[in-house]
Structure formats: structure tokens, C-alpha cells
């Protein structure tokens, strides 16, 4: 133990004094490194360095100036811990900007309690909670990751396409489960939809009859399954199936799964549903820069918009011509959206060039972005029906 | 006003799936009132015991569809419950002696043994999440409908379905088949006759040369029998997971207690009220009330007396309601 502590003072010191020689721009990373999506994380945070690690080989920012990526850890769903982290970063680490937070909980803590009381702009990859659109950030905070109201829009509008008027929802029963559902419900009934019935439903129950039992009572023409696909919402399918309650389902971005499909073929034919996808000249450039020189999987879960977070911070500042927060968060959305030539991934040297000699880029990115409303990404949802068993592509939306 | 369509809706959501729960229930109920009715205290473990005895049932499952072993369209599990019975009643039989058997011997009063039993509770859970995890796991295999919504429309051509699942049939009659076999054996067999009359009064029994730690290891083979028989049949019906084996527990006592703790009839009819209850009070009453009223009547809302997330508050509430007005319980079993 006595060594361990020594270590890790030892560490500390060492690493507090790499940062004290450097007088570089540190941007700060906050993702849950440990936590419910400990598995997606590491994969998310060598992204976004990667992103500044290309600028800092570039040698283009600001006249040569490099930037440090300094990592915390949000844990993703304890508020105190991501704001504390945060707060170590903004004020002993003097970060100019923060990649994160992940999860919609902590990211609203870390902006109310940090990023706002600091003027710290951030930029989210993966909160997608409706409830962030309307917090109070000061135009400080952005997210490349659409938002659930945006699938709810989705969702209603592939209803319609369908033809269908009456539907049960069911939703699971947390903060991502709710917003969806709620968005979803609002959107669908002003486009004239009946909503017969909205329940939550727990995950991890052995049994989902007595939930089916009450929708099915309810009725509707199709179930809305807004849940987990290895956990309440595949036991609500497999439930609705037994008692022959509902034929046809439709499904949110949870339920996208091929074990889910591998299980369930038969029933699931003819359902369909939305899912978030990148395509493009951009997914292929970011996959094609990873493959290159990352060490991680492209098409792990928010890698992209976590690339497209970061680059998009550092793009902002250098059009603001400083280093400095106040610049960064000026320049977010005229970086992001047209008009200006059009940056992929990988293009992130010429872009910094572009802007050097005062032109505008329109930064594509991994993602295709384009930030609306508070400054949040649009977002394009893979409009899909299950056909012979596989999942096949409608559209994008 | 549309009988057949009602009673079909009725069928499908209430009546099948509740007298396949009431049987689950009602055997981990037996298991149960047989360790209340011989060894006299609340055994807490009982939930756990069902989740042990099932996952290594699991287990033999996967290993003989590995092998290639299938029974056709019936569930391999079913061939494993034999090892599952047999893993469990080591179990429960090396627990016995190295803890309950030392408690008895000091002849504690009976509270002790039912804390006793929380702690062998904890271990057992432990020793479940530690074998095969935390997670739901699914070993069913076979035929899994009877008869499913298509072929009952075109049968019938009503507008309202009604599926059969296999496991729901496999339960009712193992149900039927365990418990004539236990009735059998309790009232016609020499051990089953010294096993209730040590029941009755144990000194009387020891008196007349009934050996006491025999009565003690049948008492425990027969809770595994039990324990792993509902186990692997809820197991099958619904999803195994330690968690809910666990939870499980409340039921199952509610059951015990309102049938009349000790009293193996008890406990079957105790099954069938708390599955009923279950089922019918959070079930929304709507689609089978429209078929049957006539269209003035016809209700708006759903008619739900509760919401499914209180599934559980119905086995409270009748526990509470029986221990306020007759705490020996139906049958009238020994007061709690």
C-alpha cells in the first residue's frame, strides 16, 4: 500500500510537471472512463486526441502552436464526480475547452456547475437527452450527437410514411427511455397520430406479460418499442409475440441489434424502425484515417462525433484567431455549417490554412455536421424495415 | 356484447398465465411449508435454493445440447432436472450439516434459524452469481407454441388470439404430476407417515423410535425435488435470473402463509390466489369489459386496478389482509 501511494504520488508529480513546462493549449476530455459505458469510452477519447494530435502534426494552429489533450473521468452517472473532475480540469489544469461530457446526466451537471461559472465552451459527443436543447448554457455548449427529440421527429415521421394512425408506446424506465418516449409522443400527436397508450417498463424483469397485457388492452396497430435490445425491450417483444398481442413493431435507436434479429426473425418481419448513422465521404475518410494511424475500431459507438467534437473546438479557436474559450464558443456554429469549403476527416492541416488566411470552411467531418437550433447536430437516422430477416435500408433521414 | 371474443381475452392474458404462475408458485410454496411443517422456521434461502438448483440444471442443458442430446419438441431441460435435483439436494444436505444441524442440536427457538437462513440465503446467492453470473440466461429449446395466435384465428376465426405456450402446458402437468407424487408419498409411504407425524409432535415421534435426523435429509431431498422442479419450469415459462429467483421469495411466502404455513394443501391453493391476484389486479380489465358491455357502458380508461410496477404490493396486501383476519391462513396451518 505504502508503495502504491508513493507511485501514484510519484506519478502525479511527474505528470504535474510535464504540464507545468508546457505552456501549450490544453483541451480537456471528459468521458466516463469507468461506469456503464466504460467499454465505449477508451475508444471515444483516443478519437478525439487523435483529431488534436492531427492539428499538433499540422503544425498549422495558430502559428505552430501545440495542443495537450488532458483527460478526466465523468464516470457517467455519478454528477458529483464528472462536476469535480471538470472542475480540476477548468481550474488547476487551465483548459481552455472540454470534449464531453458523455452521458446526459453528468454533461448537464458538468455545464451548469463548471462550464457556465467559467465560460468554458463544451462540446458532447453522446448526450442526447431532449432536456439539454433547453438548459441554460450561455451559447457555450454544443453537441455532435443529434438529440432524442430529433428521433422522435424520425420516429413519428416513418409512421406516417407507413400509414400508420394508432400506436401503444412503450418505453424503458430512465432519463433516455422517458425523453424519447416524450418527444416522440409530442411529435407523432401533432401530426395527428393517436397514442393509446404510454408505459415504461423495468429492465431486467423475467417476465413482460402483465405490461403486454395492458397495452394490448389498450390497443394501437403497431407497439413503439423505445428500449434496450438485450433487455426490457427485447422482453416486451418476445412478450407481446407469446400472447399474439401486437404483430408489428417499430423500434427506437436502442433496439438496433443483430442479436435481437438473429432471435427474433419471424417475428420481427415487416417491423421497422430508426437508427443514427454516418455515411458518406466522411465516414469513409474518418474510417480510412483510423486505419491509418488509430489504434481503435471507426465504427465503435460516438468515435466519430467524438473526432468531430474535438476538431471542431480547435477550428472555432482558430478562427476566432486565439486560444482562448471566448473564441472558441464564437465560432462553433460557423465552423460547423456552410457556407465555406468543406472539410473531411483527415483534412483538418488545410482547414486550419483556410482560416489562417481569413477564408470559411464548412467542417463535414466524420459525422456530416450540421449544428441547428442551440447547437446541437441534426443528425441522420437510417430509416430501416426488417425484410427476409436483415435489416434493409429505407432511407436516411 | 361478444362471449367468445371476451373469454378468450380473458384466457390469453389472465387465466393461462396465471395458473401457469399459480403452479410455480405453488410448488416453491410446498417447499417451503414442508421446511415450516418439520424443521419449524421460515426458511429464507428457499428463492435462492430454486435459483441453484436451476443453474445446474442450466448447466447440464447447455452440456447435453452440446452433445447433441434433444428431446424433440420438448425442452432438453427437462431431461436435466434429475442432475439439477441432485446438485441442489447436495447443497441444501451439506448445508444442513454444517449449519442448521448445529443450531438444532442447541435447540434454538425458531427466529434464530429463520436469520440463520437469510445468512445461508446470502451465500447461496453468491455462489449462484458466481457460477453462472448475474445475467438472464435462456436454456429453453423445443417446440415453443402449443398453439400460437395465427392457427387459433384460422381455426376459429375469432378476432382475439389465444396462444398455448409449451412451457405453460409442461408446467401444469409437471405440477399436477409432482404433487399427486408428494401427496402420495407423504400419506401412504412409512417415511412420509414418520415425516408428519414428527410434524405433528415430535417428542411423541422420537418416543415411538422415528430416527430424527432421517426425517431431517428426506425433508431436504424433497425441498430440492421441489425447489428445482419450480426452478426450472419458471425458469423455462419466464427467464432465468438470479435477481428474480430471489424476489421470487415474496410470493412465495405470501402464498405459504395464506394457504396456512405447514399445510402442503395449503400451499397449492395459496399459489393460485396470490397468481390470480397478481395477474388479475394489474391486469387492464378494457378489451375484455368492451366485448362484454354494451356500447354506452363501454369504458374509457383502461380499468386497471394497478399499475404492473406494483405487481409485487399484491402479495403485501394479502399477506397483510389473511395475517389481520386469520393468521393460520385457508387451510388452517400453524399461526406464524
Not at chain 1, 469513409?284 to 488509430?294: K, M
Not at chain 2, 432421517?214 to 431436504?220: E, F, I, N, S
Request: charged residues 15%; aromatic residues 8%; hydrophobic residues 50%.
Amino acid at each position: 500500500m505504502k508503495k502504491l501511494l508513493m507511485a501514484t504520488a510519484a506519478t502525479a508529480l511527474a505528470s504535474g510537471g510535464a504540464m507545468a513546462q508546457s505552456d501549450d493549449v490544453k483541451i480537456g476530455i471528459v468521458f466516463g472512463f469507468t461506469g456503464p459505458i466504460e467499454s465505449l469510452t477508451p475508444a471515444m477519447g483516443a478519437s478525439a486526441e487523435l483529431a488534436l494530435e492531427e492539428i499538433n502534426e499540422s503544425g498549422a494552429f495558430l502559428g505552430g502552436t501545440t495542443l495537450t489533450p488532458v483527460t478526466a473521468d465523468s464516470t457517467c452517472v455519478d454528477s458529483a464526480a464528472a462536476t469535480a473532475a471538470a472542475e480540476r480540469l477548468v481550474t488547476t489544469d487551465g483548459v481552455v475547452a472540454i470534449v464531453g461530457a458523455d452521458c446526459s446526466g453528468v454533461t448537464g451537471a458538468v455545464l451548469s456547475n463548471v462550464a457556465v461559472p467559467n465560460g468554458v465552451p463544451m462540446i458532447s459527443p453522446s448526450a442526447t437527452s431532449p432536456g439539454l436543447s433547453e438548459a441554460e448554457d450561455d451559447g457555450l455548449f454544443f453537441r455532435t450527437a443529434p438529440s432524442d427529440a430529433r428521433q422522435g421527429e424520425v420516429l413519428a415521421g416513418i409512421l406516417e410514411t407507413e400509414g400508420v394512425d394508432s400506436v401503444a408506446v412503450t418505453y424503458t424506465n430512465n432519463d433516455y427511455g422517458k425523453g424519447l418516449s416524450d418527444s416522440f409522443v409530442a411529435a407523432f400527436e401533432e401530426a395527428g397520430g393517436e397514442v393509446t397508450l404510454t408505459a415504461p417498463h423495468e429492465d431486467n424483469k423475467a417476465d413482460y406479460s402483465a405490461e403486454i397485457g395492458a397495452l394490448a388492452s389498450a390497443g394501437g396497430d403497431v407497439l413503439v418499442v423505445l428500449g434496450y435490445a438485450d433487455s426490457g425491450g427485447r422482453g416486451m417483444i418476445q412478450a407481446a409475440a407469446d400472447t399474439g398481442a401486437f404483430s408489428t413493431f417499430m423500434m427506437g435507436d436502442g433496439m438496433y441489434s443483430d442479436v435481437l434479429l438473429d432471435d427474433f426473425g419471424d417475428v420481427l418481419e415487416g417491423s421497422y424502425g430508426a437508427v443514427p448513422w454516418s455515411q458518406g465521404e466522411g465516414a469513409e475518410a474518418f474510417s480510412a484515417l483510423v486505419n491509418e494511424r488509430g489504434e481503435f475500431d471507426p465504427e465503435s459507438t460516438y468515435t466519430r462525433e467524438s473526432y468531430d467534437a474535438a476538431a471542431l473546438l480547435v477550428l472555432a479557436m482558430q478562427a476566432g484567431g486565439e486560444a482562448t474559450s471566448e473564441a472558441a464558443a464564437a465560432n462553433v456554429m460557423d465552423v460547423a455549417n456552410a457556407p465555406g469549403e468543406e472539410i473531411m476527416p483527415g483534412e483538418l492541416g488545410k482547414a486550419l490554412e483556410i482560416l489562417a488566411e481569413g477564408g470559411e470552411i464548412d467542417y463535414v467531418g466524420a459525422t456530416d455536421v450540421e449544428l441547428i437550433g442551440p447547437g446541437e447536430a441534426a443528425g441522420t437516422y437510417r430509416y430501416y424495415t426488417i425484410t427476409d430477416g436483415a435489416f434493409e435500408t429505407v432511407e436516411f433521414r | 356484447m361478444d362471449l367468445l371474443n371476451a373469454f378468450v381475452a380473458l384466457s390469453n392474458f389472465v387465466l393461462i398465465p396465471a395458473i401457469a404462475y399459480g403452479c410455480q408458485l405453488a410448488l416453491g410454496a410446498l417447499g417451503v411449508t414442508l421446511v415450516y411443517g418439520i424443521l419449524r422456521f421460515s426458511n429464507f434461502a428457499h428463492g435462492d435454493t430454486m435459483a441453484f438448483g436451476t443453474m445446474v440444471a442450466i448447466l447440464v442443458t447447455w452440456g447435453l445440447q452440446g452433445l447433441g442430446v434433444s428431446l424433440g419438441p420438448l425442452p432438453t431441460a427437462l431431461l436435466a432436472i434429475p442432475f439439477g435435483i441432485a446438485g441442489c439436494a447436495l447443497l441444501l444436505l451439506a448445508t444442513d450439516r454444517v449449519v442448521f444441524r448445529f443450531y438444532r442440536a442447541q435447540k434454538v427457538v425458531p427466529v434464530i434459524l429463520v436469520i440463520v437462513s437469510m445468512g445461508v440465503m446470502f451465500v447461496y446467492n453468491g455462489l449462484t452469481r458466481l457460477v453462472i453470473g448475474p445475467d438472464s440466461r435462456t436454456f429453453g429449446d423445443g417446440a415453443r407454441y402449443l398453439m400460437n395466435a395465427r392457427q387459433f384465428r384460422e381455426l376459429t376465426g375469432l378476432s382475439e388470439p389465444l396462444v398455448i405456450r409449451s412451457t405453460q402446458a409442461i408446467t401444469v402437468v409437471t405440477a399436477v404430476v409432482v404433487v399427486a407424487a408428494l401427496f402420495w408419498f407423504l400419506n401412504r409411504t412409512r417415511t412420509g407417515k414418520s415425516m408428519r407425524a414428527y410434524s405433528d409432535n415430535e417428542d411423541l415421534a422420537l418416543l415411538s423410535g422415528i430416527d430424527p435426523e432421517r426425517v431431517v435429509r428426506v425433508t431436504w431431498l424433497l425441498v430440492a425435488c421441489l425447489a428445482t422442479i419450480a426452478g426450472v419450469l419458471y425458469g423455462l415459462d419466464k427467464t432465468f435470473m438470479p435477481f428474480t429467483y430471489f424476489q421470487l421469495l415474496l410470493p412465495i411466502f405470501a402464498a405459504a402463509i395464506v394457504g396456512g404455513l405447514g399445510s402442503p394443501l395449503g400451499a397449492i391453493a395459496g399459489g393460485f390466489v396470490i397468481a390470480f391476484s397478481e395477474v388479475g389486479i394489474t391486469y387492464a380489465w378494457k378489451k375484455v369489459l368492451t366485448y362484454l358491455l354494451p356500447e354506452p357502458l363501454e369504458p374509457d380508461g383502461l380499468v386497471q386496478l394497478l399499475a404492473t410496477d406494483y405487481k409485487f404490493a399484491v402479495s403485501f396486501m394479502i399477506l397483510v389482509v389473511v395475517l389481520l383476519f386469520r393468521p393460520t391462513g385457508l387451510f388452517r396451518g400453524k399461526s406464524v
